[in-house]
């Protein structure tokens, strides 16, 4: 069914909108179609909220429902979600059993994996690209892992699907605390030369609301995270500022405040406190080609990655 809304403010912007489970109009002064129209007049509108949440699959019917209660509360309509694989073998049932375990959310979900780098194949890469996996946390829990895995096989494995492959130096937490930045900021700079996304290593470790890089990266944008026609209506309101607040509405962190109203593809999630739970709503999102609306960066870097990793491959195998 379709809903027309008008006086949307969206950026600093009022807005005109025609909307069923996506905004398939979006207009400033152009007509609406015939019908009843709804005025957001006074209130704000923002994208839902992409957040990203580890474990969620090993996790009860009841603990979901309640952190899914919490989520919709801060303006979460989507979850990016971490799901740990053991084995190359054992990834296809892993994978399984994590849609399965997620299949009465009642917000979106995309699942992303996280492995031990020294079972890291290039092999697991291509089942990645196989069933849509967009992110891949290498998990690298020893400094002779880091130094001997062969990331450059990896890298080729990944491509043309191109998952987000972030590395994660657990190691580190072992190092005296006065050392583990200045370690961290040498392991990261040499993982980007080596081709892993380490730029995103902060999204793992705040786990926070998604940044808008980070979600036309893994190629979630611009089916979400914006309110651009096309999208899906998830949305977020605010109320106004008062009037004796000068701060331009698009320079304002919305961060820290709960949405009065929330909805997700042009449903009711939440209405203040009260909170519309509709287990099984949310969809498994399928995530067809991350990176595809970003520029990309490692053409800056393609020479050294190359002769970097050629070098990698060969002083391993000379070993």
């Not at 015939?34 to 006074?42: E, M, P, T, V």
């Not at 992409?50 to 474990?55: N, R, V």
């Not at 959310?105 to 069933?131: F, N």
Request: aromatic letters at 10%; one cysteine or more; charged letters at 30%.
């Amino acid at each position: 069914m379709k809903h027309l809304f008008e006086n949307v403010s969206i950026n600093g912007t009022n807005y005109k909108l025609v909307t069923e489970s996506k905004i398939t109009y979006k207009t400033t002064d152009g007509r609406l179609e015939k019908g009843i129209s709804c005025s957001f007049d006074r209130l704000l509108m923002k994208p839902g909220k992409i957040l990203f949440i580890e474990g969620l699959h090993s996790k009860s019917d009841d603990e979901l429902f309640e952190d899914m209660k919490e989520f919709i509360m801060r303006g979460a309509t989507t979850i990016l979600t971490i799901s740990t694989m053991h084995h190359e073998k054992t990834f296809e049932q892993e994978f399984t059993e994590s849609i399965c375990a997620l299949n009465k959310s009642p917000i979106d979900y995309v699942i992303g994996i996280r492995m031990d780098a020294s079972y890291l194949t290039p092999e697991v890469i291509r089942k990645c690209a196989r069933h849509h996996v967009p992110v891949v946390i290498a998990e690298f829990k020893t400094e002779e892992s880091w130094n001997d895995v062969v990331l450059e096989w990896i890298i080729q494995a990944n491509f043309p699907y191109r998952a987000v492959i972030i590395p994660d130096f657990s190691f580190l937490k072992t190092l005296p605390k006065d050392k583990i930045e200045q370690e961290r900021l040498r392991l990261l700079c040499e993982a980007q030369l080596k081709g892993l996304d380490a730029s995103f290593y902060q999204e793992i470790i705040n786990k926070k609301e998604l940044s808008p890089e980070m979600l036309k990266r893994t190629g979630l944008y611009p089916m979400k995270g914006c309110l651009a026609s096309g999208a899906d209506f998830d949305y977020n309101l605010y109320r106004e500022n008062s009037g004796n607040q000068v701060e331009e509405e698009q320079n304002l962190d919305y961060d820290g405040r709960d949405p009065i109203i929330s909805g997700l593809r042009g449903e009711l999630l939440k209405v203040n406190d009260n909170i519309m739970l509709k287990s099984g709503y949310g969809k498994h999102l399928t995530i067809h080609k991350p990176l595809f609306f970003t520029a990309d960066h490692r053409n800056k870097i393609r020479s050294v990655r190359r002769s970097f990793g050629a070098w990698s491959v060969l002083n391993k195998l000379s070993r």
